[in-house]
């Protein structure tokens, strides 16, 4: 991938070169067009960007180039100013506290010393592990860096060699349930907080917490389950797993006794959980809980002056901020409304049958994100305008819609797609997996993701979330 980088990069360049002069679309103003070009160009840099490149090298380019072409200051900006982004930011911090106490540490050692150790017991701990660490902390980044050096320190006790299939069946396991499982619901993963800076303005108010958790909980609960047991029929080892259960009961006991401080970090984020779970009833909205949450953390002396520089990365909030511009971007560039007819009838046809619509939105998204790599962002924001028609004609909710885009935006055929692999695999030194190993699990994924959406059609349909 490293020696087609520049040559990638520069083809990407000049394609949006001939966009700029030729004008080549017919029926879009000439601002769509470098609008369209520079965010071409910005997605190349961070697609082929090298690893010391910053997201920011692009980001700086999108400001600039949005400003030069003439759009106003408030829309090229507008993802800084969003709830989501003001949601973002507390909650990478949730994820420092826990890393800084070291309690996501303890709970995870917790769970691990209840069971027998054995493949089928570790995948089972993991699965309730990732389901405590999704409530404390939105962020994956912070439960990989949890996980993924535990399933290491798992591999090496039990004298299992890199890459095999235990290795394989650890670690993807560790991977799968730091990613999936808090997609149930919105505060439970990134994508939760981000699909609220892709929704149109007028979508917005449709999805609160609650609306979430009714579309997301049972698909992503399914799709978890089944991707841990495809992986532990196509990963499991003939022989079986030498470690006893003293051992975790060491690793935890090495620890020492919980601190004040982890108390009081668990203390706080379980409350900030029960609120984000009950804005319904207590009028508190995610935003504020957010910055509330920040603020206890910031109180106690969990968060100090020297943390917020370094606690987070700004890089990524930065990239996800801007991310979040690109709908308003492309509405007053006046992309959106020059691709809504060219798309609008071919997905409002398909949608004429809800459950074949899930289905053909995954596959396109899929293929889609074989070039569209950061999560297929770009992607969403050009679809975004879509979300009304779907809505208001046909009765499509957004967040039905959602299923199908972070279902792609999570996939991982190929290890480049999923910035998360590349980081899972980077906190286990390159020992987890294999390539070959992951380009499976990429497809057990996306057996999964079928096989949860057709058997979560008819709880939707039981419980009246779908049209007719």
């Known amino acids: ?46 697609v082929f960007k090298a690893d010391s490149t910053p997201y920011l090298s692009g980001i700086t380019i999108l400001l600039a180039g949005g400003l030069i072409f003439k759009l106003p200051l408030a829309t090229v900006t507008s993802g800084y100013t969003s709830s989501a982004v003001w949601v973002l930011i507390p909650a990478l911090f949730f994820g420092f506290a826990l890393v800084k106490t070291g309690l996501g540490k303890r709970v995870a050692y917790f769970v691990l010393t209840k069971f027998e150790p054995s493949y ?12 405590i660490l999704s409530a404390l902390t939105p962020s994956i980044t912070v439960r990989l860096a949890i996980v993924m050096p535990i399933a290491m320190s798992l591999v090496e006790a039990c004298k299992i060699h890199d890459k095999s299939k235990g290795s394989a069946l650890i ?15 919105q505060t439970g993963s990134l994508w939760g907080i981000l699909m609220m800076g892709f929704y149109p303005t007028a979508m917005k108010v449709l999805v609160t917490p609650g609306t979430w958790f009714a579309y997301m909980a049972v698909p992503w609960m399914l799709i978890t389950i089944l ?17 006893s259960r003293q051992a975790f009961k060491e690793q935890y006991g090495a620890m020492g006794r919980i601190t004040r401080q982890e108390i009081m970090c668990g203390g706080i984020l379980i409350c900030a959980f029960v609120l984000f779970s009950t804005e319904k009833w207590t009028g508190v909205t995610t935003p504020m809980t957010a910055l509330l949450t920040l603020a206890a953390l910031i109180a106690v002396g969990i ?31 006046g992309i959106s409304g020059w691709a809504g007819p060219l798309i609008e009838p071919a997905v409002l046809t398909l949608a004429g049958s809800p459950l074949m619509f899930l289905l053909v939105v995954t596959v396109v998204f899929w293929a889609i994100r074989f070039i569209d790599v950061p999560w297929g962002y770009t992607t ?73 959406i057709l058997l979560s059609y008819p709880y939707w349909k039981m419980m009246g979330l779908l049209p007719g």
Request: with cysteine; net charge positive; charged share 10%.
């Open 120 to 131: 089928l017991t570790i995948c089972v701990s993991w699965f309730i592990i990732g389901i």
């Open 303 to 333: 968060v100090k002056v020297s943390d917020i520089s370094s606690g987070v990365n700004w890089d990524i909030i930065n990239f996800l901020a801007v991310v979040m511009s690109l709908t308003a971007m492309f509405v007053s560039a």
């Open 171 to 185: 670690c993807l396991t560790a991977w799968g349930t730091a990613i999936l499982p808090g997609i149930g619901w």
């Open 227 to 243: 991707f841990l047991i495809l992986v532990y029929i196509f990963f499991k080892p003939e022989e079986p797993l030498r470690l």
């Open 380 to 452: 969403v924001a050009l679809f975004s305008p879509v979300f009304i028609p779907l809505y208001e004609k046909l009765g499509i909710h957004p967040v039905l819609v959602s299923v199908a885009i972070i279902a792609a935006g999570n996939s991982f055929f190929l290890a480049y797609q999923q910035p998360f692999i590349m980081i899972g695999d980077t906190m286990t030194k390159s020992r987890g997996w294999s390539g070959g190993q992951v380009a499976l699990a990429g497809a057990l994924y996306g057996v999964a993701v079928i096989m949860g």
């Open 1 to 46: 991938m490293s020696n087609i980088k520049k040559p990638a990069l520069l083809v990407f360049i000049g394609i949006a070169v001939v966009i700029a002069l030729m004008k080549p679309f017919a029926g879009l103003a000439p601002q769509g067009h470098y609008i369209g070009a520079l965010t071409l160009v910005c997605l190349a840099m961070w």
